[in-house]
């Protein structure tokens, strides 16, 4: 199954906004993406499986067995569900994705026996019922180690020996890391589709875990990455765009050329030298052991593509240790002797940080993640001289973000193992969903209501899921060594209400699809949060509570659809002119009021979740 397939049959089975269950109590996890995960990893398990044995069950099979896992059991809302109202449920939901009557009927045995809990359903291969048992036992993980002991006890039923390789790169630069473990992450692909060998590659936030039958053979195959890699980008094509390149190689030119530095270094420059965005600091005060001076020659040596400059790539001795069963190849490594205000490391080589505007000029000085705090920021980003310099992950850092061409993030960090296929799934759905279906602004009433269960569900998510591979790069990002997705995020509003009212409808639609805890942030959170949304906006009123809480996890999906109905409530008061009290404090009650606050903000939304919650519960 791909991406579309799995995605539409999971949506049938848990729409939104049955898909904000909590499934977790150690952590805050949807029942929707808990779900997905086990079921993913079990139909990668097959399919790797049938490399050693042929006594195993179809890969869809597995997807809907592992899928349907938990359901029986946590599919309450408020109240518990009864098991008749959740089979026909189910029932109906397999027949809407296209299975036969008995097809259906067959899969609602796993309803009840469960064989991710129990090894017992006989209607399983055995090794299929472990390799199941070990997908739901990885969601229970905080420490990928942990995952050796999970894969020890299997052995027997396997009949092969599975260990993990644990990768890492820890560097604190957010989006040339998600490069890099994007590089990593191909080359396990390409390794996987031509090794006899089982290889599952698997995120955590401590790093990438693969599961492997030969660890060796699996490190010598893909734990190095060439820096001519990095230059390419992952299209392949350059990770600098080949105008802006082609900017760099125009400026460094000009700097060794003493005509045109002095022609471009006036008060009155030609107009080619503006277009091309050269500053005459950009020429003096670059740092390199080589030379000095010359930052387009520094961008064009660690990152040119097409128009490259010879010269050494060094980087700060620190990397290595942060390097984690890793080579990086095509790099020497030196102690520094300047600070990177960015990312507050020492360097040997770097640039002045106005230079990163070359980038990304919509980018504030202040807006980029320091975790060195400056005094003056102005002195310290524009003059090396006094022992500040951008060093070059934090340049690389700059350029990747360039290209999202955004001021937030909205970031998802999961904390349970995944495969690395849901990351890559969830970050297609929500950029699908954020950015191309809600847009920018204040999304339309109609379109928020749209994108939740209605008697007209299947042809939502079809248009949903349709073509969804192709809503990719540079519009999200996923980090495989951090397990995070991120989306750009420009809300272009600078109106207190209307801004609010934007980001918290975005957020809540994405919530009720079971997309949670999520940050609305100008960079990926270093400290992943539990709570349901954390908001670097300014403190405003917010439900912030971790939805694996016990007794009120379970009002999750009142308290995502409550968010996301903000927007009614605002066309109601500003637009109809209702006689409402003010919009912002309907977030700011205890979640066991969010029933009554959803029957105030959109009695609709109340209407599904009321008539869902009595048809599960067997009324």
Known sequence: METEERLRLAYTLLPPPLAALPAKYWTSISLWLHSYSVATTFQLFISEYKKISEDTIDEEEAFIVGFLHDMAQKMGIIDKSSLEGVRQWVEEGLEAYGLTPDEAKYYLTYLVTNPAETMLDPTLPRSARRL????????????????????????????????????????????LRSLLSRIVYEQILDYAGESPNFVVPVSTPMGLAIITSDPTSTRNNVASISWDVVREGLDGKGLIDATT?????????????????????????????????????????GVHPDFRGNSYKIALIYYGYRSRIQGRVILPSHVKDMLQGIELNGVEFAEGTYTCPICGLRTPVGVPGDFLQFFNSKIKTEQWNRTLYPGNVNTIMRNPRVGYAVDPLCLGDAIVRSRLDTDYLISLTI??????????????????????????????????????????????????????????????????????????YRNEIREHVREWVADMTHA??????????????????????????????????????????????????????????????????????????????????????????????????YSILESLRVRLGGG
């Not at 005509?259 to 277009?275: A, D, I, M, N, V």
């Not at 990719?472 to 989306?487: L, Q």
């Not at 999520?518 to 403190?539: D, M, W």
């Open 132 to 175: 199941l048992w070990i997908s739901d036992r990885l969601q229970g993980v905080s420490n990928p180690l942990d995952i050796v002991s999970i894969l020890a006890e299997a052995r027997k039923d396997l009949g092969i020996d599975l260990d993990i390789l644990l990768l890492n790169i820890t560097i604190p630069q957010p989006h």
């Open 508 to 605: 809540g639609v994405l919530r009720a699809w079971g997309i949670y805890p999520l940050t609305i942030s100008e960079e990926p959170p270093r400290v992943p949060s539990e709570n349901l949304l954390t908001y670097y906006k300014g403190k405003k009123p917010l439900y912030d509570y971790p939805p694996s809480d016990k007794v009120i996890g379970r009002y999750t999906p009142y308290v995502a659809s409550s968010m996301a109905s903000i927007v009614e409530l605002y066309y109601r008061k500003y637009r109809l002119n209702e006689n409402l009290p003010a919009v912002l404090e309907v977030l700011d009650y205890p979640p066991q009021h969010s029933p009554l606050l959803l029957q105030y903000g959109s009695p609709s939304l």
């Open 245 to 285: 390149e082609g900017y760099l190689r125009w400026d460094s030119d000009c700097c060794d050329n003493p005509r045109c530095r002095e022609e471009c270094s006036g008060r009155s420059k030609p107009r080619h030298c503006s277009e091309h965005r050269y500053t005459k600091g950009n020429c003096d005060e």
């Open 415 to 488: 904390r349970p193992p995944v495969p690395v296929e849901v990351l890559r799934d969830v970050g297609l759905l929500m950029n699908k969903l954020a950015r191309t279906i809600l847009g920018n602004g204040i999304p339309r009433v109609d379109s928020v209501l749209g994108l939740f269960y209605s008697d007209d569900w299947e042809d939502t998510l079809n248009e949903v899921v349709k073509d969804i591979g192709t809503y990719g790069e540079p519009n999200y990002v996923y980090d495989v060594f951090s397990s995070t997705v991120y989306i750009p």
